[in-house]
T-cell receptor, first 113, second 119 residues
Framework: AQSVSQHNHHVILSEAASLELGCNYSYGGTVNLFWYVQYPGQHLQLLLKYFSGDPLVKGIKGFEAEFIKSKFSFNLRKPSVQWSDTAEYFCALYTGTASKLTFGTGTRLQVTL | GAVVSQHPSRVICKSGTSVKIECRSLDFQATTMFWYRQFPKQSLMLMATSNEGSKATYEQGVEKDKFLINHASLTLSTLTVTSAHPEDSSFYIC???????????????FGPGTRLLVL
C-alpha cells in the first residue's frame, strides 16, 4: 500500500529563515506528487505539483519542491519565509493504482516575527 | 481557475435530522469527486470517491447508508448525512479532480469545507 510520511509535525521559524519540509513516500511505480497548504480557517490550496519532467517544480508564493526518485522524496522549500506562511502543509501522493490522493499527516509551520 | 464551492459553509441541526451538503466545480468538469472529513489538527480522512453517474466507492469503516453521495453531473456532487447524531459533527470537505483549461494532467482541488454541528 502506498503511504506518505511527513516527519516534521511542528516547525517554528523566524521570519526570513529558510524552510525545508520533508516528505517521503512509499510506492514503487509512477507517482504524482503535490503539496497543499491550509491557512488558518481556510481551505486546502494547491501550492505545487509534480507529474513528470523537471524534478524541480516551482509553485505559488515562492515555494518550490524537488522530486528525488532515488530517495522517494518530495521536500518543500522556501528560501525566506514570511509571517503569512504560517499554516498547515500537506504532502500528497497520487497513483493510478489507488486513484486517490494519499495524504501525509501534515506539518504545522509557525513563523514568528 | 480551479474553484470548488461548497454549500452551506456551516450548518447546525438537531439530532435525527438529515443534512445535505453540495459541492460544485465552478470552472472545470470533475471526472471524480471526493468527500473527506477533517478532525481538528488532523489530516483529511477520505470517506468516499464518486464518479458521475456511478455509485460512490466508500472507504472502509464509512457507513454508506449514513453518508449518501450523489454525483448527478460533472460539476455537482452532494453528500447527505442521514439521521445525524452529535458524533457526526465534523468538518466535511469535498474535492474535485479534473483538468483546468490548458492543463494536461488532472489535479485535485478542494472546496472550502462545511462545518456541521449536530445538537
Amino acid at each position: 500500500a502506498q503511504s506518505v510520511s511527513q516527519h516534521n509535525h511542528h516547525v517554528i521559524l523566524s521570519e526570513a529563515a529558510s524552510l525545508e519540509l520533508g516528505c517521503n513516500y512509499s510506492y514503487g511505480g509512477t507517482v504524482n506528487l503535490f503539496w497543499y497548504v491550509q491557512y488558518p480557517g481556510q481551505h486546502l490550496q494547491l501550492l505545487l505539483k509534480y507529474f513528470s519532467g523537471d524534478p524541480l517544480v516551482k509553485g505559488i508564493k515562492g515555494f518550490e519542491a524537488e522530486f528525488i526518485k532515488s530517495k522517494f522524496s518530495f521536500n518543500l522549500r522556501k528560501p525566506s519565509v514570511q509571517w503569512s506562511d504560517t499554516a498547515e502543509y500537506f504532502c500528497a501522493l497520487y497513483t493510478g493504482t489507488a486513484s486517490k490522493l494519499t495524504f501525509g499527516t501534515g506539518t504545522r509551520l509557525q513563523v514568528t516575527l | 481557475g480551479a474553484v470548488v464551492s461548497q454549500h452551506p459553509s456551516r450548518v447546525i441541526c438537531k439530532s435525527g435530522t438529515s443534512v445535505k451538503i453540495e459541492c460544485r466545480s465552478l470552472d472545470f468538469q470533475a471526472t471524480t469527486m471526493f468527500w473527506y472529513r477533517q478532525f481538528p489538527k488532523q489530516s483529511l480522512m477520505l470517506m468516499a470517491t464518486s464518479n458521475e453517474g456511478s455509485k460512490a466507492t466508500y472507504e472502509q469503516g464509512v457507513e454508506k447508508d449514513k453518508f449518501l453521495i450523489n454525483h448527478a453531473s460533472l460539476t455537482l456532487s452532494t453528500l447527505t448525512v442521514t439521521s445525524a447524531h452529535p458524533e457526526d459533527s465534523s468538518f466535511y470537505i469535498c474535492s474535485a479532480r479534473g483538468s483546468v483549461s490548458g492543463e494536461v494532467y488532472e489535479t485535485q482541488y478542494f472546496g472550502p469545507g462545511t462545518r456541521l454541528l449536530v445538537l
